[in-house]
């Protein structure tokens, strides 16, 4: 049995935007979810309350060594008034996963399902309608303890904020142009690439506004050793078809195990495609392209769930996936998985918590 969790209520409430106003990650809703650790105690007090500044220690570990660790999901309204979570219990398995891999001490996972749908349950109203639109969630655990030492820290903050957030595509899902950089990596075999913790981010802005200069949407990240095989696309896990197969470089070493990942590689084994997880060298999907067998290439991610590729320069080369235009098993994919998140598909993979 899990400590219950306290509820203060804010005595002032923000005005929610219209769903045409949202963008993302800048409006937050009335309450967060808030727990705290020390080494003597454990994790105790969860409790939700108003959404506000946190007070932190300027010696606190998180603000100088970033031992911290987060996730993102989203709940989705669907055409019947329900609300629904996708996937929530898998994303706190990786809070946990990501948490171990800092030192940070490991949620109950029973409580934290409970925080995110009692949390979810008192926005309710803060949950968008328009298809597209959602609320996004996210889980942070930073360290808190104030000690310049370099060491795990003995206390933490666990809290939940909640944002809800615009169409990816509002004018429809149009492929991007991507850079394949060879001057920077993201992530090396060992270290932190396959969780989620904020420095892999910080260490990718640097490549991905260079990008973004020369007129580019995001960067493909390259392997840390070779530079040589396929290893992410800006923030999102990379899939390619190639004259029929499916092929995603595997997960866990330097890349992620996204949960919209793991969801189109269960549905396209599913509908009987040929599916492998498997190093992919940039110069083979160069040299598909010059045969015409690249057919598809697509991001996924919660933010975007399905993002198409159009294009991807490499050493001056333009490798032009499918004329440009986004490819069928891309769009079958969007609109399966967005189904079942709206409810509007069935839900036979139990992927969905109804708040
Ligand atoms: C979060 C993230 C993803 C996508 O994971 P989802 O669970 O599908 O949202 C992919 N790559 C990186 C580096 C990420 O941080």
Redesign the pocket.
Known sequence: MSEPIRISRASVKKPKPKDRELSFGTVFTDHMFVMDFQEEKGWYDPRIEPYGPLSLDPAAAVLHYAQAVFD??KAFRGNDGKVRLFRPQK?LD?INISAKRLCIPPLDPELALKALVTLVGIEKDWVPSTVGTSLYVRPTIIANEAFLGVRPAKSYLYYVILSPVGAYYPEGMNPVKILVVDQFV?AVEGGV?GV?TGA??AASLYASEDAKHEGFTQVLWLDGRERKYID?VG???IMLKIDGEVITPPAGGT??A????DSALALMREWGLRVSERQIAIDEVAAAARRGTLEEVWG????AVISPVGELAYKGERIVVNGGKIGALTKKLYDAIVGIQYGTAPDTHGWTVVV
């Open positions: 993102g999901l994303h990786r993201r690439g989620k892999n981010y992410e923030t999102m896990n890349i992620l996204g949960v919209t990942r996924t991610g919660t933010a």
